[in-house]
């Protein structure tokens, strides 16, 4: 869609908890991409979907041990998960390059949601733990990039499949 | 019911998750299909209903979308083409307790059930009604559907079909549905919270979802830039409803109508006998 309100939490353990769900519904996200891709016998890059799912599960539970927590309230407000993977781009023949696409502009929405929140946060504690959020996202963002640059961008064609479920005409 | 009546562990007063309506088995579309993001967002309403899993029955007809029972731990029933309406009303006029969801797509839901559509609507039975709407037949691999656009060129049907698309909302409102929503797939807690609106909302609830086709309709990836919040909110007058949606661009998300017709009760007509001397009435 092309806009979403952003609802501000009030205190720290609003906005923690907030981060928490969104962390686990990346993690969910994840998750259901890799089993899309098993599914479809792409395993080298279901493989890589579970790596980043157990990843954001070490982010959720870093909330926790921040916190204190053996588990996270339920959010009062709930905003579209930006640090989830958009699925509209998966392909059954896609490649970790596109795999890697995909994660890291999702952890840029999450950069940038972070961000806007930090700037809407009045309360000190509250605008620093944005920010620390908004610093993790960055780190994760530079980790992906460097993962980038080791996979090779696939060759036009990729996509291309001897025996198609939609023939050209 | 799938595999749960009660979730492993869960204490009776702690609160259904979206988890709690996954079943244990992997759905099965093509990578990229919104109807994955459909079945989360069905979860996630039904964890803001907190309505038990057992006390939810999911049905559907066939296709694509059909497909959704399955992936769900609730009661399910996989009907037949087109008939999901009339399977889910015989269920909810027998068991008023259950909320009972009803899932298909723009090919079962308004060609071979288009009839169904319309009487569904019309009797207002409890009901909500999900439309994965997808503008093409992807199970039977991309005939056009009812909603395609008469200009959509494919192999199947060359230069198009030429064919008036269908109208789904505005025949919803104008056949008598108590509650109109359009979704749209790649945004799923904007519908997951309209499908849990339709299920609160009496009466019957008609909730279409453009849910992307990537493999015979590549081109609705863009729906992601074309959707945006309805701007303004639910109308009770179908009149005013009407214009709205059909002078609207089709992107407008949000509860278009919710109107305060009484849900269908059984009627001045209705059997007041119970279900056992009905039954004692076929003994032989």
Known sequence: MKSHSVQAPRTLAELMAQAYALER???????????????????????????????????????????????????????????????????????????????????????DFFAALAQRCEADEMRLAAQRLQADEREHITLLQSWLQRVPEPPAGWDEDPDPPRYPH | MNDMCHPPGLAAAEPFTPLHYKSATKPIWCPGCGDYTVLNAVTKALALVQRPPHEVAVVSGIGCSSRIPAYTSCYGFHGVHGRSLAAATGLKVARPDLTVLVASGDGDGYSIGGNHFLHACRRNVDLTYIVMDNHVYGMTKGQASPTTEPDWDSKLSPGGTGVRSFHPLVIALAAGANFVARAFAGDQNTTADIIAAGIRHPGFSFIEILSPCVTFRPEQKEWKNLTHPAPVGPTDDAARAAKRIMTDDGFNIGVLYAGHRAPYSGGPGAPTRSLQEMESAFAL
Not at chain 1, 44 to 56: K, P
Request: charged share 20%.
């Open chain 1, 25 to 111: 519904e990346a993690v969910e996200r994840y998750g259901e991409l890799a089993d899309v891709l098993a599914t479809h016998n792409n395993q080298e890059v279901a493989a890589l979907f579970r790596r980043l799912a157990s990843q954001e599960a070490m982010h959720a539970t870093e909330i926790l041990r921040t916190m204190g927590w053996t588990r996270a309230p339920q959010p009062p407000h709930l905003p579209d998960a930006p640090a989830a993977p958009g699925p509209e781009e998966a392909h059954y023949l896609m490649h970790p390059w596109h795999a890697l696409r995909i994660a890291l502009d999702a952890e840029q929405k999450a950069h």
